[in-house]
């Protein structure tokens, strides 16, 4: 598989609107990974390869996308407290949505007014604000899936689902992420078809974590090694 094959080339460069986590918490909250996408929407700092835009804009640019940010983050958390039955959590937790997105200047490409709306409806507790109708949320005019994010992005998303509660160690996924990175114009593309691989298929992912695991030891011992030498 090449990295056009796994759709890893379209790196967060060709969507600079948006960064990396608002875009892999976008793929987790439409395949109905909830808690997963606030957990990637609401971490702190920038991700891998994210383009810096916060911080070469100023600090109120970078307000603005925290701000972004923590809305979509609590959007997502109470619309797993929705799922959950927990209908005063999901109402507090979106009511915090609804004032944060209001206050957002800047959507980094993000269509906003459907979250609100939808942010407005679990807040007044709508009896029609299940969360089976939850949005599709949209980022530069795409709907991000796990089967079009950029290798950047399937690295914030893979470590957000094991934080979930899916299959895997959160931190041994980031490092499988890191080595995804660094093959990238080698030729090799064996972390980046795991990783995409945990993303995609649901059912294997006990089997996918416990091989990603086996690789990045593997990896790792294979660069203490190397550092021995000198």
């Known amino acids: 598989m090449t990295d056009r094959d796994s759709g890893s080339d379209r790196d967060e460069r060709d969507v600079p609107s948006a960064s990396v986590a608002i875009t892999a918490g976008a793929a987790l909250f439409n395949e109905g990974r909830f808690l997963a996408a606030s957990g990637a929407w609401g971490s702190g700092g920038r991700p891998p390869d994210d383009d810096g835009d916060a911080e070469r804009d100023g600090d109120r640019d970078a307000d603005d996308v925290e701000r972004l940010r923590r809305g979509l983050a609590a ?38 007014a459907s979250v609100r709306e939808w942010a407005e409806k679990l807040a007044a507790a709508s009896t029609d604000a299940d969360a089976g109708s939850a949005p599709r949320i949209r980022v530069d005019d795409e709907t991000p ?16 689902l094991a934080r979930a509660g899916e299959p895997g160690d959160p931190q041994v996924l980031a490092t499988a992420a890191e080595f ?3 093959e990238r114009g080698t030729g ?14 649901p059912d294997a992912r006990p089997q996918v974590a416990a091989r990603l695991g086996d690789h990045v030891e593997r990896e790792a011992r294979k660069r203490r090694d190397v550092d021995g030498l000198f």
């Open 145 to 160: 899936a796990f089967g079009r994010l950029s290798l950047a992005a399937a690295g914030v998303a893979a470590p957000a």
């Open 188 to 201: 090799r593309t064996e972390f980046a078809e795991l990783l995409f691989a945990y993303l995609r298929t």
């Open 75 to 112: 959007a997502a958390t109470a619309t797993h407290r929705a799922a959950d039955g927990d209908d005063s959590g999901a109402a507090e937790r979106a009511a915090d949505a609804v004032a944060a997105l209001t206050g957002v200047s800047d959507s980094r490409g993000v269509a906003l």
């Open 180 to 182: 995804a990175r660094e």
